[in-house]
């Protein structure tokens, strides 16, 4: 399985961030998670086909909703551990 990992800066943290990533990986069938880091951004894994993966990182990088993401750090590798569902932590 392939596995996107995500570590998004900019204004990410208290407008709905991570809720609008989950809703654009749900409607991907992607799994994994969304969780705030002490430093304001965002720490970003999913598993999926890597079509889907692709346009979910599209997706995150144009600042969705009220965000403004100014960086992304992306890493596509093979999934360490299989997640059931994506989940805000």
Known sequence: MKEIYIIVSGKVQGVFFRATVKEIAEDLKLCGYA??????????????????????????????????????????REGQVEFSNFKIL
């Open 35 to 76: 969780k705030n880091l002490k430093d304001g951004s965002v720490e970003i894994v999913a598993q999926g086909l890597e079509p889907d993966l692709e346009k979910f990182f599209k997706e995150i990088k144009n600042s969705p909703g009220n965000s403004q993401v100014s960086d992304c750090q992306v890493k596509m």
